[in-house]
């Protein structure tokens, strides 16, 4: 029975699963903010590079000189040969398998690693928790002028966030490019379970935070791939998304921003100028309209439900305020410009509901209030 469902699966070509896999860590590395601007550019550049890939050479002179600072590695990724690609399924990892080092730090050096890691990309899309398992995790290395932090070939231990120090990149013994006191090393081996790249050696004394392999991929490869998981669910239940196509619905995943509220707490306030919206992945939230120098509630929405669009579509402030009822309530949050980009399919479907809003407007207050009026 399960060879003949096998034999009916759609066969996954390995280069298709590499290429999409390399531009999925390219961009969730880099997180920038059009998928689509920066998929022509990446795509554009790894066809340009393409005749080096093919004779699956690097290290030459001309391929070496001919990167430059803002360029993503393409050779580098694509000669690698993607073990990760087959390796690894953030599904059959779990979290309580195996415990996570914890490394104690003062109140002081605490401070200074998350100053450090303030700016890396790769944990922006980390939760709470998952940050505070990253930063526990972080241990502090203090290294000398002269001292090889990684030499090209060697397996993977470590990635590293530059806390201070100068650091230079050597491949095949050629000077490649220099770390001042700031940036991200040793990630590649670890992203794709291959030997290091290159040689990262001090030149002065410095402080680097790192984080072991197994930390690496078991908390910040899983959540961005988590991230998808997580939202895909939220999204797939959401009934006005039923009009994005699944693409569509994967770059929404990638834009949402998880923000929990307490019991009470306040989430938007009527009269503010709007920044973004909401969906709901767990707990209740109490729409609330100022009247008469009180508030009166309007709607409870739950799972599934979403709200805060009306000001985005209406180019008002915000038409009523929203707090948190019953316990923590768990929120995806869109920005306004996400909204912009991702959600035009929906417009109708969002449209056709604040419609509904204008009539319930009536029922509630016995006039309509002018809520959704863009003149
Ligand atoms: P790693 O785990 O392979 C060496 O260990 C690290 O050097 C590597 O991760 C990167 O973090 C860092 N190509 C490959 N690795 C580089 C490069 C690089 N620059 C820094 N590292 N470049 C491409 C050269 C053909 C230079 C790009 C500017
Ligand atoms: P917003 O951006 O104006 C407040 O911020 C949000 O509350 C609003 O978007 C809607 O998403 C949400 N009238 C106006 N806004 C409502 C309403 C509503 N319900 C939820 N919101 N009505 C309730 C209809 C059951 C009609 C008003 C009586």
């Keep these: 029975m399960s060879s003949d469902s096998s034999s009916r699966r759609i066969p996954v070509p ?22 689509v601007d920066y998929a022509v550019d990446y795509f ?6 393409r005749p080096t890939i093919l004779n699956d050479q690097r290290g030459d002179d001309q391929s070496i000189n001919s990167q430059d600072g803002d360029e993503p590695p393409i ?26 080092a914890i490394f104690p730090k003062t109140d002081e050096q605490r401070a200074r690693l998350v100053e450090s890691v303030k700016n890396v990309l790769l944990f922006r899309s980390l939760e709470k928790e998952q940050m505070n398992q990253v930063l526990d995790a972080m241990f502090e290395r203090r290294v000398e002028p002269g001292d090889f932090i990684i030499r090209q070939g060697d397996d993977g231990d470590n990635f ?46 410095g402080l680097l935070w790192a984080m072991d392999r197994q930390t690496f991929r078991r908390i910040l490869l899983k959540s961005a791939f988590r991230k998808r998981k997580m939202y895909e669910e939220l999204l797939n239940n959401v009934p006005m998304l039923k009009a994005l196509q699944n693409y569509e619905r994967m770059n929404l995943a990638d834009a949402l921003i998880s923000k929990t509220y307490e019991n009470g707490q306040r989430i938007i306030k009527q009269g503010d100028e709007a920044d973004g919206m909401y969906f709901i992945e767990e707990g209740t939230v109490s729409v609330r309209m100022d009247q008469d120098n009180s508030e009166i509630e309007i709607s409870l929405l739950g799972k599934g439900q979403y709200f805060g669009e009306l000001a985005l579509v209406t180019h008002r402030p915000r038409a009523a305020s929203v707090y948190a009822v019953g316990g923590p309530v768990k929120l995806a949050f869109l920005d306004v410009k996400a909204f912009e980009r991702l959600l035009g399919p929906c417009m109708d479907i969002m449209k056709r509901n604040i419609d509904d809003y204008e009539s319930q407007l009536v029922k509630i207050f016995g006039s309509k209030n002018n809520i959704t009026d863009t003149r």
């Design 14 to 35: 390995e280069e298709l699963k590499e290429v999409l896999l390399q531009f999925s860590i390219a961009y969730l590395v880099e997180q920038p903010a059009d998928i």
């Design 44 to 49: 554009t550049k790894m066809q340009a590079n």
């Design 160 to 205: 590293y966030v530059i806390e201070s120090g100068i650091f230079k990149v050597y491949i095949n013994d050629k000077y490649i490019s220099t770390y001042n006191n700031t940036g991200l090393f040793g990630e590649l081996a670890l992203l794709y379970n291959m030997p290091r790249a290159a040689t990262v050696q001090a030149e002065t004394s």
């Design 75 to 100: 050779m580098q990724h694509s000669r690698r040969k993607s073990v990760f690609a087959e390796t690894y399924d953030p599904e059959a990892d779990d979290d309580d398998e195996g415990a996570t």
